[in-house]
């Protein structure tokens, strides 16, 4: 199938006269190319090139990423914005309180797919998954370590319009920033990290977590050392491996959207960063595709939320709400809710739902557009969910919030990929097929006649 690029997150995958197919994606999948081009990002580091002194890097993406340095003079990781030709540096120092004179360099490097591993020793693996929106860097605790303490150092330089590093401190939680000279908006910062083990035997199931403490200090203008204290006790009582995701966040890009998990156990926790997507009775989903490309006015012959599960255990009856409250999504996998992120109890912290996971309908959400979707148990794979009435509301008009999707107290589990996962044809997309008003047609009556054949199409696995 030809897929030709709209914007960083659209593609279009088939046209005829006012009849467009197009394939929406939560999260960026293109990137504007030299000179102006949107082109496919390509995540997977591949020799290096334009980094004589690194091993791997990446191109094809909104920023220049080089890995794994060749001798003990060159950072673990550059992060290089082609606009200004500037570039932060991460260093890793060590671990404990007393470090080396110079940065340690991890004695084993290795590629698979979008991912960077290394190896610092028998206890520690490092791992660098490379997405469209995120650079996700997971330290692997092998066993029981000696010590409590890892530190990272970041530094910045260029020419005229170099980065500046700014520490905010929202909720008294540290986040370094990166921001073009003069520039509000970040261009990526260092979201404080979860770390978690894994006493559950599901995939990146919820178990025991803890938030560690997050040291930032400048060192001298333009370098700053980043400190993760772990917790003795919950170190002591873990199982390991031990997972520790300190995530680099890119700056969310115009036409992205988002996806979030709510867990009622856990109501305060928020979980933005989380992998899958899981649907039970404890948990529900908020989800949000960008839909400013589509004419107001237009017609939605069919829009099909496809997700790729991976668990079940039972058959699940979905509902789809359309949202009526903003929300944040968050960088967090079960850590506390910080401003404006969503949880079971928050739309955005420190806001509340008027129920509790998004449940009253009028305020937090709307009476549902479309039938209920029933998923059986079966094998994994592809599965979709009707959005075609609730889309067509919002081209018409309503404000885009998105949809929650819950499922009905007698449903079983079943677990889908998220935005976040390393794999992008398991992430959700949206795929709508839609005719456009023609020339001179009021939107109103573009609308009225839409509402007149709308189709949705019957759910089931894709073959």
């Given at each position: ?7 960083s ?15 929406k ?8 190319a ?10 997977k ?21 080089a ?13 290089t ?16 309180d007393?470090?080396?004179s ?13 991912k960077?591993v ?30 409590y ?33 003069g520039e ?7 979201a ?23 040291n ?5 203008t ?10 003795p ?17 890119l700056?969310?890009d ?13 109501p305060?926790?928020?979980y ?8 039970d009775?404890s948990w ?40 009526l ?9 079960d ?22 996971g ?11 557009d ?11 794979g ?5 959005l075609t ?27 889908f ?7 992008s ?17 009021p ?21």
């Open positions: 199938m030809n897929k030709t690029p709209i914007n997150t659209t593609n279009l995958i088939a046209k005829s006269g006012r009849r467009k197919t197009v394939e994606h939560i999260k960026r999948v293109n990137y504007l030299p000179p102006g081009i949107w082109a496919p990002i390509n995540c580091p591949r020799d290096a090139k334009w980094y004589n002194s690194y091993k791997f890097e990446v191109l094809e993406h909104d920023l220049l990423l890995f794994a340095p060749s001798d003990k003079r060159m950072p673990l990781m550059r992060i914005d082609p606009i200004t030709q500037c570039t932060w540096a991460l260093w890793f120092m060590g671990v404990g007393v470090h080396p110079k940065p340690i360099i991890p004695k084993l490097v290795d590629k698979v797919d979008n960077v290394w190896e610092v020793d028998d206890k520690l693996t490092m791992k660098f998954e490379v997405l469209g929106h995120k650079i996700r860097k997971l330290l692997i605790l092998n066993s029981p370590p000696s010590w303490k890892l530190t990272f150092r970041v530094a910045r330089s260029g020419g005229a319009h170099l980065l500046n590093g700014n520490i905010v401190k929202p909720h008294q939680l540290g986040k370094l920033l990166a921001f073009r000279s509000v908006i970040p261009l990526f910062g260092f404080k990290p979860s770390i978690w083990d894994s006493s559950s035997d599901e995939i990146e199931a919820v178990s025991p977590r803890h938030t560690p403490q997050y930032i200090t400048q060192v001298r333009g370098v700053w050392d980043i400190e993760i204290v772990l917790d006790a919950f170190l002591s009582n873990a199982t390991y491996p031990v997972y520790i995701d300190p995530t680099i966040v700056q969310p115009a036409d992205e959207g988002k996806d979030a998990s709510m867990f009622s156990p856990y305060d926790a928020n933005g960063a989380y992998t899958l997507i899981p649907l009775s529900r989903e908020l989800i949000q595709f960008d839909l400013s490309s589509i004419p107001t006015g237009s017609t939605i012959l069919s829009s099909i939320l496809t997700m790729y599960r991976f668990y079940d255990n039972g058959n699940i009856e979905v509902l789809k709400n359309r949202l409250r903003e929300w944040g999504e968050g960088v967090h996998i850590a506390p809710a910080t401003d404006g992120e969503c949880s079971w109890n928050h739309h955005s912290y420190p806001n509340l739902w008027t129920t509790g998004a449940d009253d309908i009028g305020t937090d959400i709307a009476i549902a479309d039938e209920n979707d029933y998923i059986s148990a079966g094998p994994d592809y599965y979709e969910f009707k009435n609730s889309t067509q509301v919002i081209v018409n008009g309503a404000t885009n919030n998105g949809w929650r999707l819950a499922t009905t107290e007698s449903s079983g589990r079943q677990s990929r998220s935005s976040d996962y390393g794999t044809e398991q992430r959700p997309k949206l795929t709508i097929e839609y005719e456009e008003p023609s020339a001179g047609m939107a109103k009556l573009g609308a009225l006649a839409g509402s007149r054949i709308l189709s949705p199409l019957a759910t089931g696995l894709l073959k």
